[in-house]
């Protein structure tokens, strides 16, 4: 057969172009499908059970690795505000004296933020606690501290105003979910989303209803304990 110039073009591309069709297979084929990771808070008023998001990795994976080694052990929910959160995770916490003012421990790294804008602030809401704008421009999350949103129910005119205004357009579903559960949406944006409660809101209610001091640590420590459900 004689081999014109034209059919030897085409003939030496077959070679790339079987390549990238195997190896475009080969990637789908081998994608990896992270699973869902499940973990407790005990406390004294009940149990909460919390997933983590796959799409906020660096978070994820810091908190399973402080929750492996034992790190959340007896420390204390030490900052709560009812219809707001109820913060944990200061290290100094521990066994700490009554009156002592706490919320300024940390394990010696941050973690980089990681906004997304499906992840909100709705009650139930695991998020990164971190220091203000002034001394973090990049809003880079403290390496150990978290909150759990109760917030309140929102009002869906002043809601889409507030998103106007700071350029976040919300979906129907995240609307319903603000003014029918509630959460905090001002916070969205601006402190990372990592996880939310599958069960136990009523304890984030009974926990953020307690008698506090100022400065906002309960009266009576709330002490909890974090172990991993399915790692």
């Known amino acids: 057969m004689k081999i014109t110039f034209k059919t030897a073009v085409i ?27 499940k973990a407790e808070i005990k406390t004294d008023y009940g149990t909460i059970v919390i997933k983590l998001y796959n799409e906020t990795p660096h978070h994820r994976d810091s908190f399973v ?17 009812r219809n707001f959160m109820i913060q944990g995770g200061d290290p100094e916490s521990k066994n700490a004296p009554a009156g002592k003012m706490l919320g300024a421990g940390g394990v010696g790294y941050t973690v980089p933020a990681e906004f997304d804008s499906s992840l909100i602030h709705k009650k139930g809401a695991l998020a990164a606690a971190r220091q203000g704008d002034q001394v973090n421009p990049q809003k880079r999350s403290s390496g150990c501290q978290f909150y759990i949103v109760q917030g309140e129910v929102q009002d869906s ?24 559960i509630g959460g905090t949406p001002f916070l969205d944006m601006q402190y990372t989303v990592f996880g939310e409660v599958v069960s136990g809101l009523d304890v984030i209610d009974k926990i953020a209803g307690v008698p506090t001091a100022p400065g906002d640590r309960p009266l009576q420590d709330v002490k909890f304990t974090i172990t991993l459900l399915n790692e």
Not at 12 to 26: A, D, E, H, Q
Not at 65 to 81: A, M, P, S
Not at 159 to 169: D, E, F, T, V, Y
Request: aromatic share 12%; with cysteine; proline share 3%.
């Open 11 to 37: 003939l030496s591309l077959l070679p790339f172009v079987f390549y990238n069709c195997n190896k475009r297979t080969t990637k789908n084929n081998t994608k990896k499908v992270e699973k869902e990771i």
């Open 65 to 81: 690795k402080l929750v492996k080694d034992g790190f959340y052990t007896d420390l204390l929910f030490h900052r709560v505000i």
């Open 157 to 180: 005119t002043r809601l889409q105003m507030m998103a106007m205004s700071r350029g976040i357009k919300y979906t129907p579903e995240q609307i319903k979910t603000y003014t029918a």
